[in-house]
């Protein structure tokens, strides 16, 4: 796990606050039984398989080939059986992943953070690489609905995070700068991105997941979001 910093004093109070959905919102330890059940048993590939998902998102982004958040899932959840000499049908792998997925509860400190965040004020938007209906039925699921302004999916622009462009275009959605924003994630990839966008960042230190070292270093590295609301909500940034 990364260490732990304190909040860049440097950082306003931001006009919107970005969050990520998946693992950074939502916990995808429920995925494991019905992902490992098509995988043979092994409860270990459920990380293989979300990251081979994203990696392949990228490869649609920068070939200009654009192809459904859902449909890259189903793709690399097969790539992933085959490494194990497997051999798992579409059907088999859209019942494995997306009743799962749309099914997600929210980590435990992620209600109670967002409380406190839309009770002192805060515009709260998440930007998912989910599909638009995806995310609604997530947050519908999780309790999560309520507390969010905005939902923005690059499902409208077909660019997947971490390009520059999403973040880009989630701005102009907005209608504010770069550094009137705050990007959250438990993604070392997406702050990067965030980051590299122009934008305030907060990586949320969830287990096993890391900065990315060679990228620039974000304005919070914190271990849950209770500790990014006490960060946000004291008398100096409310």
Same mark, same amino acid.
Request: overall charge negative.
């Given at each position: ?6 909040? =860049?004093?440097?950082? $306003? !109070?931001? $006009?919107?606050?970005? %969050?990520?959905? =998946? ?18 048993? #092994? $409860? ?37 059986? *085959? ?24 980590? *435990? ?5 967002? *409380? ?5 004020? %805060? ?8 599909? =638009? ?5 997530? %947050? ?7 507390? %969010? ?8 622009? &077909?660019?997947? &995070?971490?390009?520059? !462009? ?8 907005? =209608?504010? !700068? ?27 230190? !969830?287990?096993? &997941? ?8 974000? #304005?919070?590295?914190?271990? #849950?979001?209770?500790?990014?609301? #006490? ?6 940034? $409310?």
């Amino acid at each position: 796990m990364p260490n732990i910093s304190q909040a =860049n004093s440097k950082v $306003e !109070r931001p $006009e919107v606050i970005f %969050f990520d959905v =998946n693992e950074t919102l939502l916990d995808l330890e429920s995925m494991n039984k019905p992902v490992s059940q098509v995988l043979g048993g #092994d $409860e270990s590939l459920l990380p293989l398989w979300f990251s081979t998902m994203l990696h392949h998102s990228l490869v649609t982004t920068v070939s200009g080939d654009y192809q459904d958040f859902g449909k890259i899932g189903v793709a690399a959840l097969q790539m992933v059986a *085959k490494n194990k000499g497997l051999t798992i049908t579409d059907a088999q792998a859209k019942q494995a992943i997306v009743p799962a997925l749309l099914s997600l509860p929210p980590h *435990k400190d992620v209600i109670p953070a967002l *409380k406190r965040l839309k009770q002192a004020g %805060f515009k709260l938007v998440s930007l998912t690489n989910s599909s =638009n209906a995806g995310v609604k039925a997530q %947050f519908e699921n999780a309790g999560l609905i309520t507390y %969010f302004d905005q939902r923005l999916s690059i499902e409208d622009i &077909k660019v997947y &995070k971490p390009d520059l !462009r999403a973040y880009e275009w989630a701005l102009q959605q907005l =209608n504010i !700068r770069p550094d009137q924003a705050l990007m959250v994630a438990a993604h070392g990839w997406d702050v990067a991105g965030a980051k590299a966008a122009g934008m305030h960042t907060a990586f949320i230190a !969830r287990p096993q &997941k890391q900065l990315y070292p060679l990228a620039e270093a974000p #304005d919070y590295v914190l271990p #849950d979001l209770t500790s990014l609301a #006490d960060k946000l909500t004291t008398s100096g940034n $409310e």
